[in-house]
């Protein structure tokens, strides 16, 4: 049975979107209208968070529409921005997420995310 992660860590992430949740699948829902979320049944620790968040996060930080008017969207991008910006103590723009999504999104390089996290998020390591 693996380790799960402390509740201070969840608690943090919960706080650093308002109005988040989890579910019964051990789900963090971080915007429940746009089913934005990513699961932490595998987290053991604040680093898995931390990459699962710059995985999964980065498409609707920049990207995601989920809503009918550009007013709307712009929101939302920077409601999830912002989440990820607080819990990771960062100052990522929204062309950051698009290169971070560009080359960790989707979970398409966990090695590189790892790297990243561990250059303390020095967009360089992205190109390498």
């Known amino acids: 049975m693996p380790v799960l992660i402390s509740w201070d860590i969840v608690t943090k ?31 053991e620790n604040e680093t898995d968070v931390k990459c699962k968040m710059l995985e999964w996060l980065s498409r ?12 709307s ?18 100052d990522f723009t929204e062309e950051d997420m698009e290169q971070i999504y560009t080359y960790l999104g989707n979970r398409c ?3 590189k995310t790892l790297k990243f996290i561990e250059s303390g998020y020095d967009m360089s390591v992205l190109k390498d």
């Open 60 to 71: 609707p930080a920049h990207k995601t529409e989920p809503y009918s008017t550009k007013r």
């Open 13 to 43: 992430l919960m706080n650093c979107f308002p109005n988040s949740v989890i579910n019964h699948n051990a789900e963090f829902i971080a915007h429940i209208k746009s089913n934005t979320y990513f699961g932490l049944k595998d987290c």
């Open 73 to 90: 969207n712009d929101k939302f991008h920077r409601f999830i921005l912002s989440g990820v910006n607080q819990f990771l103590e960062t």
């Open 109 to 111: 390089n966990h090695a």
